[in-house]
């Protein structure tokens, strides 16, 4: 079971506007280290989507963003397009652990 | 742009011990700024993360892991390895080596990921 709860999957029309949740706890989210969130396409190795809550790497379009509140982030997913069907993961660093952690993934469809 | 690359068996036996190796190239291991990972991913199932190393040697490994996993650096040939010893079905999984950019950072690069099977 995942420290980052997240829900197995989402699913949106194309041209439509998604979020996906990503519930953590004191020890991590709330605590104020930061979410990074990962797209993985089948059969491929994640790629950096969002670091540190907000920020986009150099590549990644305006249409993904994420923001944080709490102990959950988000990551919202704007104008969808059938190349953003994939399984999205978060992932924080948490003190109790003393290291990292990686929610358990949702599935996007896109209908 | 960094790339990082794994190498190692595709199929091991249970009760033995795993060793995978990932080699670096476009950047360097002993860069101060970032730590060297490694994530499995069991067929079907999500990321699990199962520790990682600075370039000083110091590693930090998840709890659940921590009994059986070793990460280690060599500078010298600008790689680091894994090795988990006891297998069983259950570490069956694509193996990713991966960089941190800190402790708590994100991973900006990761490795196209090795298959490992456990069985006999």
């Known amino acids: 079971q995942s420290v980052l709860t997240q829900p197995p999957s989402v699913s949106g029309a194309p041209g439509q506007r998604v979020t996906i949740s990503c519930t953590g706890s004191?020890?991590?989210?709330?605590?104020?280290?930061?979410v990074h969130w990962y797209q993985q396409l089948p059969g491929r190795a994640p790629k950096l989507l969002i670091f540190?809550?907000?920020n986009r790497p150099s590549g990644v379009p305006d249409r993904f963003s994420g923001s944080t509140s709490g102990s959950s982030a988000s990551l919202a997913i704007t104008g969808l397009r059938a190349e953003d069907e994939a399984d999205y993961y978060c992932?924080?660093?948490?003190?109790?652990?003393?290291?990292?952690?990686f929610g358990g993934g949702t599935k996007l469809t896109v209908l | 742009q960094v790339q990082l690359q794994e190498s190692g068996p595709g199929l091991v036996k249970p009760s033995e011990t795993l060793s995978l190796t990932c080699s670096v190239s476009?950047?360097?291991?002993?860069?101060?700024?970032?730590?060297w990972s490694w994530i499995r991913q069991p067929p079907g199932k999500g990321l699990e993360w199962i520790g990682y190393?600075?370039?000083?040697?110091?590693?930090t490994y998840n709890p659940s892991l921590k009994s059986r996993v070793t990460i280690s650096v060599d500078t010298s040939k600008n790689q680091f390895s894994l090795n988990v010893t006891s297998l069983t079905a259950a570490d069956t999984a694509v193996y990713y080596c991966?960089?941190?950019?800190?402790?708590?950072?994100?991973?900006?690069?990761w490795g196209q990921g090795s298959l490992v099977t456990v069985s006999s």
């Open positions: 991966a960089r941190f950019r800190g402790k708590t950072g994100g991973v900006g690069s």
């Open positions: 190393i600075y370039y000083t040697g110091s590693a």
């Open positions: 992932h924080s660093y948490d003190s109790h652990l003393g290291g990292s952690i």
């Open positions: 004191s020890s991590n989210i709330k605590a104020g280290y930061h």
């Open positions: 476009g950047g360097s291991v002993s860069s101060g700024t970032y730590y």
């Open positions: 540190d809550n907000d």
